[in-house]
């Protein structure tokens, strides 16, 4: 395998249901395609549910996309307007250095349609 350096991972904690077209956008906007999705539950510290009891909580999408560096910013501010970070309660965005990443490339596949017989 083929490890990289001077990448950035950027993640990215928002409420259920946002994530997918934030990875489409990123996908079909920006070519981006090492991104991960998984969900989590969780509460903020000033949402409804902190103020209806203990042991509540909410669905939780956390996406997750390693860049370049010298892309990190422009995918940062992709992320926040897309994913409505803006908004209240629209959740967290962070990003951090890595060490060292493996390299995602996707192979080359014949168009669909087309088959090699």
């Not at 422009?74 to 926040?80: P, R, S």
Request: glycine content about 12%.
């Amino acid at each position: 395998m083929k490890t990289a350096t001077g990448r950035k991972l950027i993640t990215c904690i928002m409420p259920h249901g946002r994530a997918l077209p934030v990875l489409e956008a990123l996908k079909e906007e920006l070519g981006i395609l090492a991104i991960i999705i998984h969900h989590a539950r969780g509460t903020g510290r000033m949402t409804p549910l902190a103020w209806r009891g203990i042991g509540e909580s909410s669905e939780k999408d956390v996406l997750s996309v390693i860049v370049p560096a010298s892309r990190a910013e422009e995918v940062f501010g992709f992320i926040y307007e897309h994913g409505g970070i803006n908004q209240p309660h629209g959740g967290i965005l962070y990003q951090q250095p890595l060490a060292k990443s493996t390299e995602f490339h996707l192979p080359d596949l014949p168009d669909e349609g087309t088959s090699k017989r």
